[in-house]
């Protein structure tokens, strides 16, 4: 039998997770990983890319690995760990550093908007952020990266890294594809709907966390922030309505142009409530098996301890292949 090809992603723990989170990526991880070699992880160590509570950061990173397996990601087909108990991210990390351009670097959008938002203290992390990603995706000999489309800009990043390095030094990686879903690709703020929903710039209002409440979901969507109209269609300039939209066709699998339809003669109200009762549905399930997954710490360990060696062995070999090609003495 053919060996599986190799998928890879994984979420930074700076919070717990949003709605965007797990539309834009988690959700896609479950439906594609029956075909895959799988390895889902928690990215501390790019979370601490900006400042983190210590104790917040441990809980956040479990909240994240908890959520991936109540998701439904399973263990047959996927390695579940955390970044930082794979060493070989941050030691591949660092040579792909030296082989990526602080001009390529400095267009990333990411950077760009992060560290405008922090002035003169940017820490370096955040700048070569790309690096460690790449490192992440390179280490498994990866086909595919399923992640939200504010990330497409990395993958082609990374895959331009494994080809300046297969061209210096013969196949060393595989040139990973991203896969960005058609529907649930940005979810936006509720508050701000012309940008993002995201775990570290949203406020408390513009963000559904997926440890939210049903109350604080519903809330939150009632004072969605929508436009001064009161016809409801899918168009760009209605920012607010169009991701009230894709929230439910994310989840409900309906098309924008069905859900539409069925609000034919209907108040924005009607979608803002609808909208939060689908969401509060879909995350029940979700929330009451991560907290199931949470309560038995020590299965978790085990779970997460497993993965780590499983992942290590395979970084290992990339990561020797590496180390050989470029010159390194053998140890
Ligand atoms: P932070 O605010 O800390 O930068 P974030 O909420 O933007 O975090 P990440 O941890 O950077 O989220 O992203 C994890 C995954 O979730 C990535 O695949 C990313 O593309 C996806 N994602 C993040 N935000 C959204 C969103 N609003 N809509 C769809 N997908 C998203
Ligand atoms: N940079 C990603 C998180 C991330 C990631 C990865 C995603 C880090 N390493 C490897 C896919 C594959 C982000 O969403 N900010």
Same mark, same amino acid.
């Given at each position: 039998?053919?060996?599986?090809?190799?998928?890879?992603?994984?979420?930074?723990?700076?919070?717990?997770?949003?709605?965007?989170?797990?539309?834009?990526?988690?959700?896609?991880?479950?439906?594609?990983?029956?075909?895959?070699?799988c390895y889902f992880f928690s990215v501390d160590l790019?979370?601490?890319?900006?400042?983190?509570?210590?104790?917040?950061?441990?809980?956040n990173t479990l909240f994240a690995l908890a959520t991936?397996?109540?998701?439904?990601?399973?263990?047959?087909?996927?390695?579940?760990?955390?970044?930082?108990?794979?060493?070989?991210?941050?030691?591949?990390?660092?040579?792909?550093?030296?082989?990526?351009?602080?001009?390529?670097?400095?267009?990333?959008?990411?950077?760009?908007?992060?560290?405008?938002?922090?002035?003169?203290?940017?820490?370096?992390?955040?700048?070569?952020?790309?690096?460690?990603?790449?490192?992440?995706?390179?280490?498994?000999?990866?086909?595919?990266?399923?992640?939200?489309?504010?990330?497409?800009?990395?993958?082609?990043?990374?895959?331009?890294?494994?080809?300046?390095?297969?061209?210096?030094?013969?196949?060393?990686?595989?040139?990973?594809?991203?896969?960005?879903?058609?529907?649930?690709?940005?979810?936006?703020?509720?508050?701000?709907?012309?940008?993002?929903?995201?775990?570290?710039?949203?406020? %408390?209002?513009?963000?559904? &966390? +997926? =440890? /939210?409440?049903?109350?604080?979901?519903?809330?939150?969507?009632?004072? #969605?922030?929508?436009?001064?109209?009161?016809?409801?269609?899918?168009?760009?300039?209605?920012?607010?309505?169009?991701?009230?939209?894709?929230?439910?066709?994310?989840?409900?699998?309906?098309?924008?142009?069905?859900?539409?339809?069925?609000?034919?003669g209907k108040l924005y109200g009607h979608l803002k409530?609808?909208?939060?009762?689908?969401?509060?549905?879909?995350?029940?399930?979700?929330? %009451?098996?991560?907290?199931? &997954? +949470? =309560? /038995?710490?020590?299965?978790?360990?085990?779970?997460?301890?497993?993965? #780590?060696?499983?992942?290590?062995?395979?970084?290992?070999?990339?990561?020797?292949?590496?180390?050989?090609?470029?010159?390194?003495?053998?140890?």
């Amino acid at each position: 039998m053919a060996a599986k090809k190799i998928m890879v992603s994984g979420v930074q723990p700076t919070h717990k997770l949003t709605l965007g989170n797990y539309l834009g990526a988690i959700k896609n991880w479950v439906k594609l990983q029956n075909e895959y070699e799988c390895y889902f992880f928690s990215v501390d160590l790019h979370a601490i890319t900006s400042r983190q509570d210590p104790k917040e950061l441990g809980e956040n990173t479990l909240f994240a690995l908890a959520t991936y397996l109540a998701a439904g990601i399973d263990l047959e087909h996927a390695t579940i760990f955390v970044q930082s108990h794979v060493r070989q991210h941050a030691e591949l990390a660092w040579v792909l550093n030296c082989f990526c351009y602080m001009g390529e670097l400095g267009r990333m959008t990411q950077f760009k908007d992060k560290s405008s938002r922090v002035g003169e203290t940017i820490p370096v992390g955040l700048f070569t952020y790309p690096a460690l990603m790449a490192s992440d995706i390179l280490l498994y000999q990866t086909e595919l990266v399923p992640v939200g489309a504010d990330q497409k800009q990395h993958l082609e990043l990374t895959r331009d890294i494994a080809i300046r390095m297969n061209n210096l030094y013969g196949p060393l990686f595989k040139v990973p594809e991203p896969y960005i879903p058609k529907v649930g690709a940005r979810i936006m703020d509720l508050q701000s709907p012309e940008n993002k929903m995201s775990k570290s710039v949203s406020t %408390e209002m513009g963000a559904v &966390f +997926l =440890s /939210d409440s049903a109350k604080e979901i519903e809330k939150k969507f009632k004072r #969605a922030v929508t436009d001064s109209g009161t016809e409801i269609s899918y168009s760009d300039e209605k920012a607010g309505i169009k991701n009230l939209i894709d929230i439910q066709s994310a989840i409900t699998g309906k098309t924008a142009e069905e859900i539409v339809a069925s609000y034919q003669g209907k108040l924005y109200g009607h979608l803002k409530v609808d909208t939060a009762n689908i969401v509060i549905q879909e995350l029940k399930p979700l929330q %009451e098996r991560t907290q199931q &997954f +949470l =309560s /038995d710490k020590g299965e978790l360990q085990r779970i997460l301890r497993l993965g #780590a060696d499983k992942a290590a062995a395979k970084a290992e070999a990339t990561l020797k292949n590496v180390y050989r090609a470029i010159g390194f003495v053998p140890y």
